[in-house]
């Protein structure tokens, strides 16, 4: 018997015209995005550049991350895209076409024993929205 936790953020980024900043400024729990490109500035045809970060460290472990087009969900192909992630918690998306995009990214770590749990779940879900060019 494995015994686990289970830690799931979902995260939400608000903007008035546009983003205030080009980065998004981690906190430094479970599993975030960080990077190059703001979640609110994502444009058809224009690479994004994000990072993934777990407890505010670029993640070590292997990590991939779903990208899935939104409206796609009673679909027998939802053309769900699957990055693994690079050196340093680095990963770029290029949305194809305007709308929103469920992403997905999570880690598992195994804990030190004896402990109460044998392994932590960590994993985060956010939706981005793209604009026509």
């Known amino acids: 018997i494995t015994r686990n936790t289970t830690y ?4 939400t980024f608000v903007t008035f015209n546009e983003p205030s900043q080009a980065a998004v400024e981690p906190t430094g729990k479970g599993v975030e ?3 190059e490109t703001h979640p609110n500035d994502l444009f ?3 690479q994004a550049n994000f990072q993934i970060l777990f407890e505010g460290k670029p993640v070590t472990l292997p990590t ?3 990208v899935i087009k939104g409206g796609t969900r009673h679909r027998n192909d939802r053309n769900e895209q699957v990055i693994t992630v690079g050196e340093n918690g680095r990963f770029d998306f ?3 076409s305007a709308g929103f995009y469920f992403l997905s990214a999570s880690t598992t770590v195994k804990v030190p024993q004896p402990s109460d749990v044998d392994v932590k779940h960590y994993s985060l879900y956010l939706t981005l929205e793209v604009f026509p060019e």
């Open 8 to 11: 799931s953020s979902v995260a």
């Open 33 to 35: 995005l960080a990077g």
């Open 44 to 46: 058809v045809g224009e």
């Open 64 to 66: 991939k991350v779903k």
């Open 94 to 96: 290029t949305p194809e």
